[in-house]
């Protein structure tokens, strides 16, 4: 049973350029949270989405970035016109259904790099 | 607006100490909290999860402890290791996401 599947580990843009990070959870796992690290900062929550719903976007920066968990495939947090500072390793989780009681399960990371 | 702080936030011990890490919330209305761990440059790993009908949880080496009513818990790690150097965090579930503290940076040295 393969874990959360986060690709590419490693991504470095340019400035102005668009970043597209894809996320397959867990099989039978229906949720998929995005949370963003930035250099020596903890953990920020990004968004949280169920198949072809973002449940809450509350923590994504209003302009440049969105995110879609279509019916078939992977989850996609895309970044538009990326910036130095979006520069940060994000990270994709996911859980269940009937979340309450579960924990999440972590992917390794997309590293991006904006140069 | 939960806040969840953790201390100390970094921890030097030789090898085959005990430790205790500590990790504190502001808002005791909780599902569960997860304690991780994260190597530098890596994904996060979880240790344990704790509902909040629970008082603790072990796994090996490690106990975590969960006292709700006064937003806190402790994550007890047992004859420390080398391996054992990594961040580690907590997270408290209230709602749809899982709120982070800053985590606690443990070096074990040989």
């Known amino acids: 049973n393969a874990g959360v599947m986060q690709n590419p580990r490693h991504l470095v843009r340019r400035r102005g350029q668009e970043a597209r990070l894809r996320c397959s959870p867990m099989?039978?796992?229906?949720?998929v949270y995005w949370y963003r690290q930035l250099p020596e900062e903890g953990l920020k929550f990004m968004v949280y989405l169920q198949k072809e719903n973002i449940i809450d976007e509350s923590g994504m920066p209003k302009e440049r970035f969105s995110a879609e968990f279509p019916k078939e495939g992977p989850s996609i947090l895309r970044i538009q016109q990326v910036v130095r500072g979006d520069s940060a390793a994000y990270f994709c989780?996911?859980?269940?259904?009937?979340?309450?009681?579960?924990?999440?399960?972590f992917g390794s990371g997309t590293r991006l790099t904006v140069v | 607006k939960q806040e969840v702080t953790q201390i100390p936030a970094a921890l030097s011990v030789p090898e085959g100490e005990n430790l205790v890490l500590n990790c504190s919330f502001t808002?005791?209305?909780?599902?569960?909290l997860q304690w991780f761990r994260q190597d530098p440059g890596k994904g996060l790993t979880s240790l344990l999860l704790?509902?909040?009908?629970?008082r603790e949880q072990t796994s090996g080496r490690l106990n975590a402890s969960l006292d709700k009513s006064s937003g806190r818990s402790t994550l007890y790690i047992a004859a420390s290791q080398p391996g054992d150097s990594a961040t580690y965090l907590c997270?408290?579930?209230?709602?749809?996401?899982?709120?982070f503290g800053p985590g606690t940076r443990l070096s074990v040295l040989p």
């Open positions: 808002d005791s209305a909780i599902y569960n």
């Open positions: 099989k039978g796992h229906s949720h």
């Open positions: 989780a996911s859980s269940p259904p009937s979340t309450s009681n579960y924990g999440y399960t």
């Open positions: 997270a408290v579930r209230q709602s749809q996401n899982f709120v």
């Open positions: 704790i509902q909040s009908s629970q």
